[in-house]
């Protein structure tokens, strides 16, 4: 409680105090299973937690797993081990123990056209043009000729 006192004189006030944890403490234990599209362990995994108080990078053991505490509060899990990944949500509750699995699946990423489809597809477009030109010749050359225009020829 602080009461001014109206003098001249500069006051100075100490204070101390201690931060401590509530009783039952604000976290929450969270263990994380990572496993293949074949239900195998699958690690090292680098998981990416997302929640509103936390965002960390962390990795799992050999065998997938990982077991870190978070404040309280709902999070998303993102798992990445070779071109697997997974996403899974949970609500961390004080002073309790969770436990997920994350299924990792292939990722699916657009693959770069292959140099034989490119060929393949400049060839037609050159074959295509090629034989518009030879009907345009073969249609030149089988027409008949054109009649010459009448007109007086010179004396001879």
């Known amino acids: 409680m602080f009461t001014p006192v109206k003098t001249l004189l500069p006051e100075i006030w100490y204070a101390s105090f201690a931060i401590t944890e509530e009783a039952g403490g604000v976290e929450g234990t969270l ?13 090292p995994a680098e998981i990416e937690i997302q929640g509103p108080s936390a965002r960390s990078s962390l990795i799992t053991n050999d065998d997938g797993r990982l077991t870190t505490k978070l404040p309280a509060g709902h999070y998303e ?6 071109d ?3 996403v899974a949500a949970v609500n961390v509750s004080p002073s309790s123990e969770h ?17 034989l489809l490119v060929l393949a597809t ?5 074959g295509a043009a090629a034989a518009i ?9 089988t027409s008949p000729p ?3 225009k009448e007109g007086h020829e010179p004396p001879i």
């Open 31 to 43: 263990n994380i299973q990572t496993t293949d599209q074949f239900g195998r362990n699958a690690g």
């Open 77 to 82: 899990v993102r798992a990445h081990y070779r």
């Open 84 to 86: 697997l990944e997974g």
């Open 99 to 115: 436990s997920i699995t994350i299924r990792l699946l292939p990722v699916q990423t657009p693959q770069p056209h292959s140099r």
């Open 122 to 126: 400049v060839l037609a477009a050159i």
């Open 133 to 141: 030109i030879a009907v345009i010749l073969f249609a030149r050359h």
């Open 146 to 148: 054109r009649p010459l």
